[in-house]
C-alpha cells in the first residue's frame, strides 16, 4: 500500500529540517563574520584603527585584534553553555546570533583612528571580544538542537549540516569581500568600501531569525523541563558526570591543527619573502575558497557514512590520514610546485580532513547528557580550539626562515597532534546506535545492529521496511 507519513513522524521531520537550517545558518553567519574580521585586519585595520607612525607596529596590533576573540571564546563557553543547558537550546542560539551580528554590523560603523584617536582600537577589541564571546556557543548549541531534533538513525547526517554553514559561510565572505577588494578604487576601498561587507551582516540576522524562531525547542530538554531536572549549574555537572569526555573532545578539537596549516602556516611558509620560496599570493587567496567548496560537497556524504558505519572511523581515518598529507603539502612548497602544493592542500583539508569535520558535531554532544550536553561541548571544544590559535606562532618558533627542514618539523608536530587527537577518540566509547535517552551514560547498552539498520531505513521512509506503510 502506498505510504503514509503520520502527522506527529511528518512533524518531526519537518522539525528536523527546520533544526539543520537554523544551524546552518548560524555557522554561516559565524563564519563570515570570522572571515571578513580576518581578511580586514590584514588589508585594512592597520591604516584606519592605529597610529600611522610606526606600520610595522600597527599590523602587529592589528593581527592581535583577531587573536582577541580567543581570548574570549573559554568565558562565552562557559557563560553560555549554562544558558543552553537551563534556558534552552533556541533561546541560547539567538542570543549567539543576535551578539555576533550586531557586533559585526558594529565594526563597520566604528570611527577610525583619525576620527576618535585610541577610541578606534580600543572600541575594535570590544567588537572582536563580543564576537569571540558569541562563538563559543553557537556550534555546540546548533549541534544539540540538531541532534536533539534529528531521527534516531540520522543524527549524523542532520548534524553535519551546522559545519556545512560554517564552510558555506567563508566561501560567502569571500564573494563578498574579495572582489571589493581587488575592482574598487584604493582609496574608495580604504574609506567606505570595506565596510560594506560588517554591514551586510544585518541579512543574515534577519533570515537566521526569521528561521530560528519556527524551530521548536528540542524534545529532550522540553522533557528535563517538565519533570523538574534542569540542573541548577550544568557547568559543574558536566565536570562531575563527563570530564574524561570532556578531555577527549578537547584533544580531538586540536584537528583545527589542519586548516592552520592549510591557510594560515602554509600561506605564510610560501608567500613570505623570508622564507624564500616566492609563491604568488593571489594563489593563496582561492586555497580557502576552492577548499570550502570542496568540503561543502563532502560534508554531508561524510555525515550520513557515519551513520552507517559509526562516528569513530571517519575521525581516525581523517585525523590519521591529513597528519600524513601535511607533509607532503609543506614538501611541495618547499619545492615550489604550485599544482602539486594547491592539489595537496585540498585533498588534506576540503576533503580527507571533513573526516573529523563532518562527524563531530554528532559525536561530541553525544559524549554528554541532555541536562549538561551544551556545557560539556562548548567548554571542552572551545580550550581546544583556542590552543591552536597559538600553534602559528610555534611553528614560526621551532622553524623560523632559513632554518633546514621546514616541511619536516612543522609536518611533524600537525602529525603528532593529529595522532593525539585519533587516540582521544579511539579511546571514546561508540555512540551512533545510541538511543537519544541513554547519550552519556556510560552504562548504557547500543541497540543491535540489525534492528539500528532497520529503525535507520525506517526514518528514512524507504517502502518494505516494517511499520512504514498503512
Known amino acids: 500500500m502506498a505510504h503514509v507519513q503520520s502527522a506527529p513522524q511528518a512533524h518531526t521531520q519537518q522539525q528536523s529540517k527546520k533544526a539543520a537550517a537554523s544551524g546552518w545558518i548560524g555557522s ?3 563564519h563570515y563574520d570570522f572571515f571578513i574580521y580576518a581578511t580586514a585586519a590584514s588589508l585594512i585595520f592597520p ?3 592605529f597610529p600611522s607612525g610606526n606600520p610595522k607596529i600597527a599590523i602587529i596590533a592589528s593581527l592581535a585584534t583577531y587573536g582577541v576573540g580567543y581570548v574570549a571564546r573559554p568565558i562565552g563557553a562557559f557563560v553560555l553553555g549554562h544558558l543552553g543547558d537551563t534556558h534552552g537550546r533556541k533561546n541560547v542560539l539567538l542570543i549567539c546570533m543576535f551578539l555576533m551580528g550586531f557586533s559585526t554590523m558594529a565594526v563597520g560603523l566604528l570611527p577610525t583612528y583619525a576620527q576618535v584617536g585610541l577610541w578606534a582600537p580600543a572600541l575594535l577589541v570590544l567588537m572582536r571580544l563580543i564576537q569571540g564571546f558569541a562563538v563559543a556557543g553557537e556550534i555546540s548549541g546548533a549541534s544539540s538542537m540538531i541532534l536533539e531534533h534529528a531521527p534516531f538513525g540520522r543524527r549524523g547526517f542532520f548534524a553535519s549540516f551546522a559545519l556545512q554553514g560554517v564552510q558555506a559561510g567563508q566561501i560567502l565572505a569571500a ?4 572582489p571589493l577588494a581587488h575592482y574598487m578604487p584604493e582609496e574608495q576601498f580604504n574609506t567606505w568600501g570595506w565596510r560594506i561587507p560588517f554591514l551586510l551582516s544585518f541579512l543574515v540576522i534577519v533570515a537566521g531569525y526569521i528561521i530560528r524562531r519556527k524551530v521548536d525547542e528540542t524534545p529532550a530538554f522540553t522533557q528535563e523541563t517538565t519533570q523538574g531536572q534542569v540542573p541548577r549549574s550544568p557547568v559543574i555537572l558536566a565536570f562531575q558526570d563527563s570530564w574524561r569526555d570532556m578531555i577527549r573532545v578537547v584533544c580531538m578539537a586540536l584537528m583545527n591543527v589542519i586548516p592552520v596549516v592549510a591557510t ?3 600561506a605564510a611558509y610560501a608567500v613570505q619573502a623570508a622564507y624564500g620560496i616566492g609563491f604568488r599570493k593571489d594563489i593563496y587567496l582561492w586555497i580557502p575558497v576552492l577548499g570550502n567548496i570542496l568540503a561543502v560537497i563532502v560534508i554531508p556524504f561524510v555525515g550520513s557514512l557515519s551513520d552507517r558505519i559509526g562516528r569513530k572511523p571517519p575521525i581516525i581515518v581523517g585525523a590519521l590520514a591529513s597528519g ?3 607533509f607532503g603539502y609543506l614538501y611541495a612548497i618547499s619545492i615550489h610546485n604550485v599544482p ?28 554528554f547528557r541532555t541536562r549538561s550536553r551544551v556545557s560539556a561541548m562548548a567548554i571542552s571544544q572551545n580550550l581546544g580550539t583556542a590552543a591552536t590559535a597559538m600553534l602559528p606562532a610555534l611553528f614560526a618558533a621551532v622553524a623560523p626562515p632559513g632554518s633546514a627542514n621546514i616541511w619536516f618539523t612543522v609536518g611533524a608536530i600537525t602529525l603528532s597532534i593529529t595522532v593525539l587527537a585519533a587516540l582521544a577518540c579511539a579511546s571514546a566509547r561508540e555512540t551512533y546506535r545510541l538511543r537519544l535517552e541513554d547519550l552519556g551514560d556510560p552504562k548504557a547498552q547500543p541497540m543491535p545492529p540489525a534492528e539500528y539498520e532497520r529503525v535507520r531505513l525506517q526514518t528514512q521512509g524507504q517502502p518494505g521496511v516494517a511499520g512504514s506503510a498503512v
Open 324 to 326: 600524513l598529507l601535511s
Open 175 to 178: 564573494a563578498v569581500f574579495l
Open 47 to 49: 591604516q584606519i584603527f
Open 28 to 30: 554561516a553567519l559565524e
Open 264 to 266: 594560515v602556516f602554509g
Open 340 to 367: 602539486m602544493a594547491i592539489v595537496l592542500s585540498l585533498l588534506m583539508w576540503g576533503v580527507v580532513y571533513q573526516g573529523y569535520n563532518a562527524v563531530f558535531p554528532s559525536f561530541y554532544p553525544e559524549l
